[in-house]
């Protein structure tokens, strides 16, 4: 998810109830909250270096006490303030759990299991940003400023207002729950629904569901033998099968080998969950030919999001490579 979701969450998280802990509860939750991404620093090696090293070692189970003591530590020793350690490492780990929570339910998934498995863990369930989540976050920000606004109008006798900061962050945060939850349930019958469907007369080996902003409207990307086929799924309406982009799986050529050889290939294939490889001839060199790579999670080839290319010579030598980063397809 992104770092406002990350750090509304380790707000919320102390005002329900964590703030009880230690004191600076919240910088340090807040902190915790987005600790994971301190693997921003990978970007200084370039797009294809911060791709292989986001959501890695940072966002596994065994990383997660390093992140929890680093805001703790952070807090205590920059900021000089008070902590009472155990419950502040304590609820520390509990906001950067939340983190690798929030992030395996999008399509980009974490790496849970480093450093002894490389498997990606993602949920498809909402996209990196999320708006329905974002109001209920914005409303528990705001809504205890309005409710002590509209308490002190009506207080009598200089009564201080009741603080209503816990009451709406455990709102927000059972929103999040109930709200993912939900899309579970969605995402489950719209794997379904592509599930049950031959394409051009080949049933599916495998699909998948890609969230939108509408918890009703899905991305299916089914993938044969053949093909990939790209379809809108909206579970208010009928699935029809026919109705979709098809994308032809390349015959088997030198070029690919060579092109899957090479290191920008090699790192791009870690990531690339739902791989659709290209092969072009070109020109120059003359008998070259262009493969290309891409995330069908992200986009298609008249529409590409994460890809990676590489001109391969008649020899099967790679004379260039590149590497795009980015998201064509809405989250």
């Keep these: 998810m992104d770092p406002l ?7 919320f998280l102390s005002r329900a109830g964590l703030n009880r802990w230690t004191p600076n509860a919240a910088p340090i939750l807040m902190l915790a ?9 990978t970007a200084g090696g370039g797009s294809l270096n911060y791709l292989c090293y986001h959501r890695h070692l940072t966002h596994s ?3 997660m006490p390093v992140m929890a003591i680093l805001p703790v ?10 902590v009472h350690w155990k419950g502040a490492f304590l609820a520390a780990l509990i ?5 690798l929570l929030l992030d395996s339910t999008n399509v980009y998934g974490i790496r849970l299991f480093l450093p002894f498995s490389s498997e990606w863990v993602r949920l498809d369930l909402t996209g990196i940003i999320d708006f329905w989540i974002w109001g209920a976050l914005l409303l528990g920000i705001a809504g205890p400023a309005l409710a002590r606004l509209v308490g002190s109008e009506i207080s009598s006798g200089g009564a201080r207002p009741a603080h209503h900061g816990r009451g709406f962050a455990i709102l927000a945060l059972l929103f999040v729950l109930c709200y993912d939850g939900g899309r579970a349930v969605l995402h489950a019958r719209a794997v379904a629904t592509l ?13 998948v569901a890609i969230p939108s902003q509408n918890p009703l409207q899905w991305q299916g990307v089914v993938e044969t033998r053949e093909f990939y086929q790209v379809s809108d799924v909206d579970l208010t309406e009928p699935f029809n099968p026919a109705r979709g982009q098809i994308f ?8 690919l080998n060579g092109a899957r050889q090479s290191s920008t290939f090699q790192k791009f294939l870690s990531f690339d969950q739902v791989p659709l490889w290209r092969v072009t001839p070109t020109s120059e060199p003359e008998g070259a030919k262009i493969v290309e790579l891409f995330d069908m999670r992200f986009g298609t080839p008249q529409a590409p999001g994460f890809m990676t290319r ?21 989250r």
Aim: no cysteine; glycine share 6%; aromatic share 8%.
């Design 5 to 11: 979701t990350h750090t509304a969450t380790g707000l």
């Design 195 to 207: 599930d049950a469907r031959l394409y051009q007369g080949e049933a599916p080996d495998r699909v």
């Design 310 to 330: 590489a001109v391969v010579d008649r020899s099967g030598r790679v004379v260039e490579t590149a590497f795009q980063f980015g998201a064509a397809r809405p």
């Design 73 to 82: 530590l952070l807090v205590w020793g920059v900021f000089r303030k008070t």
């Design 33 to 41: 909250a987005n600790a994971p991404d301190i693997d921003i620093v």
């Design 95 to 99: 906001a950067v759990a939340s983190h």
């Design 248 to 255: 032809y799986k390349p015959a088997p050529d030198p070029a």
């Design 61 to 63: 189970l065994i990383a």
